[in-house]
């Protein structure tokens, strides 16, 4: 019996002698210099103290990441499973490390296994480069960024306002007629289209983006990165939901790209779409290999890769900026005496003969430094998209290892004390020098920085602040009576998105 007893303790004596030893290997497995962080325990690294800031903080990841920072530095680590996670919490951090070519990929998002392409915002390496490269090209010879596209965008905003008179100063929520104004911007260059405000279908489509959105939930980075196909099955993740409606939208644009290939003129080029079928077409023996088009210039334009770069831009291209416009209207509301400023302001320079211009910009301080208050507060995109390191490298000298995964949190950047004073206030002379001149600051990156910013950056810029000059112009926005206490905090989502509200819009004389 004592043998026995002996022998069950000389084999439990060995069992921890191997978990002692197996735990002494993980540790001095860990890379070193990395950034600081959280305590890691085998198998799920540094998730129990990501849960834990959690349960202490709320459910946010900005606001848990800014925490970590107070304790780890504005630069820290965090190990999800298998992940070396590393979070950028100030401005320098994150320009150092977007500017660095080797920290320009993307890890592998939900997205690209649910399109089954990658777009020009999810590919990485030398597709990703030749993606941009032809999607900016492109973008720029049908004149998005210059003056000359703001026609296009006024006259879309135009019918916005035509279709807020109808309710005539009723109250109403703005969020669908943004979104389809906004994305109909998006559509005429992308597609060559434009939907009317009363298109059931598509205004279905832009709700279900909307709710894709919204299932990703506040902790939506760690489901677009972490993503597995296992998790699809995982009860109240809602990833079959987003699934399900990533397949409608994706049909609804290959029925599109079905009708311009049908319809194709290689001396008549509309649109994006036209562009990229001019791009990859060849001759018959020519034009597939293995699934790739060998006569294109650029090897990674092919058919694969064309869902995914048009789902790509009118989702970024519709949610961002719709977002940004409903931000600006309810700060509007809770801010009434700064509307009046902006009302006064635009008075002066326009007049009431005519609507805005870009050219009057010069005049428009208050009004673009409003604007410029509203990204900063608003923090639409509160988690930047993820970088990947495509080889080991260094920021801020720590080491950053390959495959490391890199997130801004840009919610953080924009409320650092100093360099935004009182940060948690609405005060959009902030941006106005001591001459009264409007200057962003260049800590302001709501498109983010460096080599992955946001490929419709000049076309979002010119769509807000047209859109919103327009408003301004023609409306005086209020809270309805007996309506719910303005709330300026966000809902849970992918984007720092408002809370659902309703305004009147009273045109003014």
Known sequence: MSFLVSSLLDIQTALLGVFVLLVLVWLTRKPRNLPPGPLRVPIIGSVMAVVWEALRRGTEPYRIFAKLAEKYGTVFHVKIFNKTVVVLNDYASVREAFVNPKLSDRPKLLLNDFLKSEGVATASGERWVELRRFCLTVLRSFGVGRSSF??????????????????????????????????????????????????????????????????????????????????????????????????????????????????????????????????????????????????????????????????????????????????????????????????????????????????????????????????????IAAIGPPHCASEDTKISGFNIPKDAILIPNLWNIFRDPSVWPEPLEFKPERFLNAEGKAVKPEELIPFSTGRRSCIGEHLAKMEIFVFFCYFMHRFEFKKPDNSPPLNLKAKPGLTHSPVPFDTRAIKRD
């Open 150 to 379: 703001e026609d296009q965008i006024g006259t879309e905003a135009k019918a916005l306002m035509d279709e807020m008179v109808k309710f005539d100063g009723k109250p109403f929520n703005p969020k669908t007629l943004l979104s389809n104004a906004v994305s109909n911007v998006v559509c005429a260059v992308v597609l060559g289209q434009r939907y009317e405000y009363s298109d059931r279908r598509f205004t279905e489509l832009l709700s279900l983006l909307s709710r894709n959105v919204q299932l990703l939930g506040p902790a939506g980075f760690l489901k677009m990165t972490f993503y597995s196909p296992h998790f699809r099955h995982v009860p109240f993740s809602g990833l079959g939901e987003i699934e399900n409606n990533f397949g409608k939208l994706t049909q609804f644009l290959k029925n599109i790209i079905d009708n311009h290939r049908e319809n194709f003129d290689a001396d008549n080029v509309k649109d994006l779409t036209d562009a990229y079928l001019l791009e990859i077409q060849g001759s018959p023996e020519e034009r597939v290999t293995d699934g790739v088009n060998k006569s294109t210039k650029h090897w990674h334009l092919n058919e694969c890769n064309m869902i995914g770069t048009i789902v790509n831009l009118f989702a970024a291209g519709t949610e961002t900026t719709a977002t940004t416009l409903q931000w600006s209207i309810l700060y509007m509301m809770a801010y009434p005496d700064i509307q009046k400023r902006v009302h006064a302001e635009i008075d002066a320079t326009v007049g009431r003969n005519r609507l805005p211009r870009l050219a009057d910009k010069p005049g428009l301080n208050f009004t673009y430094a409003v604007v410029l208050e509203v990204q900063r507060l608003a923090s």
